[in-house]
C-alpha cells in the first residue's frame, strides 16, 4: 500500500511543507477576538498556529512551537501512513540528525484533532536531510554549484562538485544571521531615529522600499541602504574566503531570496534564484525522498 510522503521545513520564521501549506512557525493559546484562526487539538489542548511568538533558540528541535507546527502540517494532510522528512541547519546536521529522528517519531504519541476530525496517523518512516543542501536534488544540474540558502535565522553556504564523475558536498557553513537579524538591525534603528516602537517584523515593509510616514510627513530612510551593505559584508566575508564564487554557478534560495536576491546579484552578477525560492528546500527534500523511498511511494 503506498505510504504518505510529507516534507516539512520548519523554519525559524515560516513553516513550509510539500503540500504546499505555508504558515508563520508560531502559536498561541488563545484565539484572537478580532480573527478567525485555525487550531488544532494535541492531547486534548488547543493550539492556534500561525500567529503569536516565533522560536529563535538555535537548537529548537524539542521545542513546543516544533511540535505543533510539524503537527499541524500531518494533520492538513490527514489520515495515513507517513514518511516525514525534515531538516537541520547544515552545521547542526551530524550532531543533532539522530534526535530529531526521534523526536518525530515520539509523535505517534500524540492524539491529534484538526477540524473536529480526530487523524489517524503513524510515521513509519523518517528522513532527515541538511538545509541549503536539498535545493540541488530538484535543480536537475550537472554543473558544479554554490547553494545559498536564506532563511529567517539562518543563511546556509553549500558547495558541490563533482568527484569521481558525481556531484558531492565539498564545503559548506551556515551562518546564524538571517533574516531576523537585519530586520532587528533596521528597525532597532528606525525606532531609535523617529522614537518609534515598532516589531522587527515591520523591517519587511521597509526593506520592500515603502515609505516610513510619520505625523504626515514621509520621512528619509536612505540609511537602510547603509545597514544592508554592512550586514551583507558580515555575511559574505567569511563565504569569499572560502568559496570559489568567482568560477561556480550560484544559486539563491529560500524564504529571504525574495528580498535580497538582487543584493545579492549585485556581489555575485552571475546568481541566480532558484524558481519558488520560499519552497527551495521542501520540492528538493521531495525530489530526494522520492529517489530514497521509490519502492514504497
Known amino acids: 500500500m503506498a505510504k504518505k510522503l510529507l516534507c516539512i521545513d520548519n523554519g525559524y520564521l515560516y513553516t513550509k511543507d510539500s503540500n504546499k501549506n505555508i504558515f508563520k512557525s508560531a502559536f498561541t493559546l488563545t484565539q484572537d477576538v478580532l480573527s478567525e484562526n485555525d487550531y488544532i487539538s494535541i492531547n486534548n489542548k488547543k493550539y492556534f498556529y500561525g500567529v503569536g511568538n516565533t522560536c529563535t533558540d538555535i537548537d529548537k528541535i524539542e521545542s513546543e512551537i516544533n511540535t505543533v507546527c510539524s503537527l499541524t502540517s500531518i494533520a492538513k494532510a490527514g489520515d495515513g501512513d507517513y514518511i516525514v522528512c525534515a531538516n537541520l541547519p547544515i552545521v547542526q546536521y551530524k550532531s543533532n540528525k539522530d534526535k530529531l529522528i526521534n523526536t518525530i517519531k515520539s ?86 531615529r523617529f522614537t518609534l516602537n515598532y516589531d522587527d517584523i515591520k523591517a519587511q515593509y521597509f526593506l520592500q522600499g515603502n515609505p516610513l510616514i510619520h505625523d504626515g510627513v514621509n520621512k528619509d530612510t536612505s540609511f537602510i541602504k547603509d545597514i544592508i551593505k554592512e550586514y551583507m559584508i558580515d555575511v559574505l566575508s567569511d563565504f569569499k574566503l572560502s568559496f570559489p564564487y568567482k568560477t561556480t554557478e550560484i544559486y539563491v534560495g529560500g524564504g529571504g531570496a525574495e528580498l535580497l536576491y538582487l543584493i545579492f546579484q549585485s556581489n555575485f552578477p552571475s546568481a541566480i534564484k532558484i524558481p519558488n525560492p520560499q519552497f527551495a528546500n521542501v520540492n528538493g527534500m521531495v525530489a530526494k525522498c522520492k529517489q530514497l523511498y521509490s519502492q514504497w511511494l
Open 107 to 192: 509523535y505517534n504519541n500524540f492524539q491529534l484533532v484538526y477540524k473536529e476530525k480526530q487523524i489517524r496517523y503513524n510515521i513509519i518512516e523518517v528522513c532527515v536531510l541538511p538545509q541549503g543542501v536539498c535545493p540541488i536534488y530538484s535543480l536537475n544540474s550537472n554543473k558544479e554549484a554554490i547553494i545559498i540558502d536564506i532563511g529567517s535565522n539562518t543563511i546556509n553556504f553549500s558547495l558541490f562538485e563533482f568527484i569521481d564523475g558525481k556531484l558531492t558536498l565539498t564545503k559548506y557553513d551556515t551562518k546564524f544571521k538571517g533574516l531576523l537579524h537585519l530586520y532587528k538591525k533596521v528597525i532597532t534603528e528606525i525606532n531609535s
